[in-house]
């Protein structure tokens, strides 16, 4: 099965950057799109962006639309995510995920990375 490792997460002033990375490694020849999720403490996990791994076609949350940018490396397996004019709500543990193809679900998820914005 596949195994995704996030890394980059930090503290960050509100206003500033960050690019979160995640590796994947084991079956991802047959990833069908990429995804982050965050979740902030006492709130549910939420959807921020994904990513097709074929064509690169992206789709973001309303919340980071112009903000946040979502990319892949195909060659490295590995998906990334800049974050830019950051903000405290934006504080939470970000998680990457994989869709195989095939599948209708996120079936793989990584162990999390945590980004914190102060204000």
């Known amino acids: 099965q596949v195994h995704l490792v996030e890394s980059g997460g930090g503290l960050v002033q509100a206003g500033g950057s960050l690019r979160l990375s995640c590796a994947a490694s084991?079956?991802?020849?047959?990833?069908?799109?990429m995804a982050w999720f965050r979740q902030a403490p006492g709130k549910e996990r939420g959807f921020v962006a994904v990513?097709?791994?074929?064509?690169?076609?992206?789709y973001y949350a309303d919340s980071v639309k112009g903000r946040f940018t979502i990319s892949r490396d195909n060659a490295k397996d590995t998906v990334y995510l800049q974050m830019n004019s950051l903000k405290p709500e934006d504080t939470a543990v970000y998680y990457c995920a994989s869709q195989p193809r095939g599948s209708a679900n996120y079936d793989y998820w990584g162990q999390g990375t945590q980004v914190t914005v102060s204000s």
């Open positions: 084991g079956r991802s020849f047959s990833t069908n799109a």
């Open positions: 990513i097709t791994w074929s064509i690169g076609s992206t």
